[in-house]
């Protein structure tokens, strides 16, 4: 996957606000090909192993209980630079910090339910989207 691929998850109140189809549409109209997508729900398990990496921080269990209070979209994003481009498109993690235009200025709730996962290195990318997709579920 590295350098052309990116993970992204729409958390819970992006799927909760009925925003799927908005918040895709801002990928694909920047370029991105979707290569993998499912709507699925991570359990506590799944969340507390994704999440691994913030389990020393403050906010960890506060992160587990919201991405696992509903639905998410887990998807594998295809486009040139795609790990920079789409943490561009994203935003910053604070909404009231992004730039206008961004995924998480437009959508995004507060810096805890802040709309969108994206994934923040090539290695990442590959580790978040093996950890929600088989090698045959991508296309």
Same mark, same amino acid.
């Given at each position: 996957?590295?350098?052309?691929?990116?993970?992204?998850?729409?958390?819970?109140?992006?799927?909760?606000? /009925? /925003? *799927?189809?908005?918040?895709?549409?801002? *990928?694909?109209?920047?370029?991105?090909?979707?290569?993998?997508?499912?709507?699925?729900?991570?359990?506590?398990?799944?969340?507390?192993?994704? &999440?691994?990496?913030?389990?020393?921080?403050?906010? &960890?269990?506060?992160?587990?209980? &919201?991405?696992?209070?509903?639905?998410?979209?887990?998807?594998?994003?295809?486009?040139?630079?795609?790990?920079?481009?789409?943490?561009?498109?994203?935003?910053?993690?604070?909404?009231?910090?992004?730039?206008?235009?961004? *995924?998480?200025?437009? &959508?995004?709730?507060?810096?805890?339910?802040?709309?969108?996962?994206?994934?923040?290195?090539?290695?990442?990318?590959?580790?978040?989207?093996?950890?929600?997709?088989?090698?045959?579920?991508?296309?």
């Amino acid at each position: 996957m590295s350098g052309n691929r990116t993970f992204t998850m729409l958390k819970p109140d992006t799927v909760e606000s /009925n /925003n *799927i189809g908005n918040v895709t549409q801002m *990928i694909t109209d920047a370029g991105f090909v979707i290569k993998a997508m499912k709507l699925t729900q991570l359990s506590k398990d799944q969340a507390k192993e994704f &999440y691994s990496v913030h389990k020393e921080r403050p906010f &960890y269990g506060e992160l587990v209980e &919201y991405m696992t209070s509903g639905p998410i979209v887990a998807a594998v994003l295809e486009k040139d630079n795609a790990v920079e481009d789409f943490r561009n498109l994203i935003g910053s993690t604070d909404p009231s910090e992004a730039e206008d235009g961004t *995924i998480r200025k437009k &959508y995004a709730e507060s810096k805890g339910r802040n709309a969108v996962h994206g994934s923040d290195s090539d290695e990442n990318a590959q580790i978040e989207a093996d950890f929600h997709f088989n090698k045959e579920d991508l296309v």
